[in-house]
Structures are given as C-alpha cells and as structure tokens.
C-alpha cells in the first residue's frame, strides 16, 4: 500500500513546506484557521500565563476551575442546548455519551447509520450496512431507542436531511456526531425525541477539546458518570482562548463562508465530491491530485477508518486561503 505520510515541522496554515518546496495547503480539518488569527493568539498566551501547564486530574477533584463551566454554557447557549459537559477530545466525548446511554437502557436497541464515526460505534455496534434511507426506514418502523449518526458524512462528503427526525418519538434518544459541522455549519435538529449532540473541537474551534450538547438532567447524570468523572478534562489554556475569542472566531468565519461560497459559485463540471456550504471536497481521482500538486496545491490522502480502506484524497477551502488561490485551484479542476 502506499504510503502518503509527511513530517511536518509546523501546522500550516494557507502555507506547507515539503522537501522545502511551499504549497497551497488545502488538507486538515481547520476549517477556520484560527491559529492564524492574532485575537486568538494574544488569548492563548494569556491562557498560558494563568495555566502554564496541563491539568490532568479527575473531573470531580475538588480543584476546580471556572474557565470550564462558563466554556460548556457558552457553548451550550450557542448550539441552542440546555447544558453541555466538556471531554479531553471528541472521540471522548462520543464514546462518553454512547456509553452512558447504553448504560442508562441497558436492554434498549441501538441502530447506527451507515458511515458514522467510530466515536459513536462499540464492537458490538457496528454501522448499519445499507444505504441511509434504508437505515432511517427501518429505524422509524422498529421504533428503535437509541440512533446514533454522524451530522454530516466524512471524508467522502455528503449532507445529511435530518427532516425524518421529526417522525422519532419523545421517548427515542439520537446521538449526533457533529465533528465535522459545529462552528461550520447550523446543527440544529428539531425532534420530539433526546437529541445528544457530539463533537470534537479540535477542527473548526482549534483547541484539543471535545464536547457534549443536550438535555440538562441528561448532561448532569453524565457528569455523574465514572467515563467522565475518570477521562482527562481538556487544556485549561486552549479553553481560555476559546472562551475569550469570540471575535476572532466570528471574523474567521465570515471569512469562510465568503471563501467557500465564492469557490462554490466557480464549480461547473466536475467530478470531485462536494456539498454546498461545506468546505470540504474529495475525489478518488489520482490524476486530479497530481494536477493539483503539480499547480502548488496539497491535500490529504489516507485510508479510513480502516487502515487498508482505498485511499482517497480530502481537501478543504480553509478561511487562510486567498481569492486567487480559489480561481486557481477552480479552474484546475474543472479542466
């Protein structure tokens, strides 16, 4: 199999260097490049100051500290939750929720959809093998307890109609994986049913965390829970600047969303795959990825989620990149 790794010396940003020859970077999943906003490295390096190193303790040791809290109320204000638990990582954060739920109802079926995650699966639970409309089908005639899926599908990209999540009844539970949409794209699920969102904050936010969205007493009884009390809480000083650079973060996005919908507007045929108001593109292609390094520009390739999986090529419209790059790289792949 071959082998596409790189050893970076710095996280690029619009700009990576290998064998000392610079690129486009259009790979990774920071969507809004915050670490190249100045707003928020001037609130990291005070994070720093107050929290000069990491605080790896349990959750419920009684040194605790309130950048937490107003960082889980921030959040859960914004996403239009009752509460939220703050995870060392996203993948904490969904494995924390399923276990919880898993535990709560331990006699409760639970279906996942097609693609998700491995954040939200166990060994026992394996993604439903069919297609997602088959998968929602069955789930709302079975009248199945716990669902879980992702917000969006990835690498390959595809959005996701959460329309049918208005059928599930109040006392269903859906477990959301919204890694790849929070801070990109709304998240917001009207249902009757527990929705329990998930996601990590390492990609549009930037900050090694994760985070848990739902319901107050279902968010309490987590935080009761041996998973969260034992797991890692997140960096002190990454959460500081989260919690302080709302600006930052604001601009960055504004600045994405002109990015992305600027590059959309440029796409006629084409054969990559990509959605509408996503920043992420794919494509299979091996010729089209070579074009495009041969024009300067680098994206991801990999197997996944599973090490043998074909490789595909990911790449992102990142807030970094410049209009020309935008025309430039267009172009290329419509020709």
Known sequence: ????????????????YMDGKPFRWLGGTNYLGIGEHPLFNEKLKKGIELFPQNWGSSRKNNIQFTVWDELENALAKKFKHEAAALCSSGFAAGQIALQFLLKQFPQAGYTLAPHSHPAITTFLHAPFDGSREAWIQAALSEHVKILGTDGIRT?????????WTKNL??????????????????????????????????????IPAGIILGPKEQIEEIKKDPLWIG??????????????????????????????NFFQSQ???????????????????????QILDDHGFKMNQFSYPKWNDPAIGRASIHATLK????????QLLQE
């Open 1 to 16: 199999m071959a082998n596409f790794t790189h050893c970076a010396d710095s996280i690029p940003g619009r700009i990576i």
């Open 155 to 163: 690498p390959i990209v595809e959005l996701f109609d959460f329309e």
């Open 169 to 206: 009844l109040p006392y269903q539970y859906l477990l959301v994986d919204e890694s790849h949409r929070i801070g990109v794209q709304d998240i917001q699920i009207n249902s009757s049913a527990t929705i329990i969102q998930t996601a990590s904050l390492s990609k549009a936010y930037g």
């Open 231 to 260: 797991s890692s809480p997140p960096n002190l000083a990454f959460c500081y600047a989260c919690l302080h650079a709302h600006e930052a973060y604001k601009e960055q996005k504004e600045k994405l969303d002109e990015n992305v």
């Open 267 to 289: 796409l006629a045929e084409t054969s990559i795959n990509w959605a509408k108001g996503h920043p992420s593109f794919c494509t299979d292609n091996e010729k089209t990825i």
């Open 323 to 330: 209009k020309a790059d935008l025309v430039e790289l267009s």
